[in-house]
């Protein structure tokens, strides 16, 4: 009887061992799956963060512009104010042109902080984008690293 048995439990082993070997290669084709998944979704956020990152820059560069742009239209605006001062004993001609070009200086410094507050706004949502893409990218790093153990 052992004889017999001998074979039976051979085979039994041998198909066992296989339905194993079966279920640990489709085990590996679907995380290879996953992983070819989430390394497109890495470069597609790896760029969106380039993109994101260009776009800061400009922003900031265009910021950094008005910035200097307002310091010299302030600086004008208080040489004007300084002009009024001197100027003050000239006719009320003189006195009601320069006062208007003060005024004209401050409505242009209050739209440009406008804008300036616009502009930050729309940073502040990129910089929102940009966090949401950066902990998208450390999540799909994170299910990466956990579908290679």
């Not at 605006?77 to 070009?101: F, G, I, K, P, V």
């Not at 616009?118 to 929102?128: A, F, G, W």
């Amino acid at each position: 009887m052992n004889s017999r048995v001998l074979p039976i439990l051979n085979l039994l082993g041998c198909l066992a061992l296989t339905a194993l070997v079966v279920l640990q290669w489709s085990r590996e084709r679907a995380l290879d799956s996953q992983i070819a998944i989430l390394q497109t979704e890495l470069a597609t956020a790896r760029d969106q963060t380039a993109a994101e990152t260009k776009r800061a820059a400009a922003f900031q560069r265009d910021i950094d512009v008005l910035k200097e742009s307002i310091e010299a239209t302030q600086q004008s605006a208080e040489a004007a104010a300084r002009d009024l001062a001197e100027n003050e004993t000239q006719a009320a001609e003189q006195q009601t042109a320069l006062q208007a070009e003060l005024a004209a200086a401050r409505e242009q410094i209050e739209s440009w902080q406008a804008a300036i507050a616009v502009r930050d706004e729309k940073i502040q949502s990129l910089n929102t984008e940009l966090v949401a893409t950066r902990k998208r990218l450390d999540e799909a790093i994170v299910r990466l690293k956990a579908a290679a153990r």
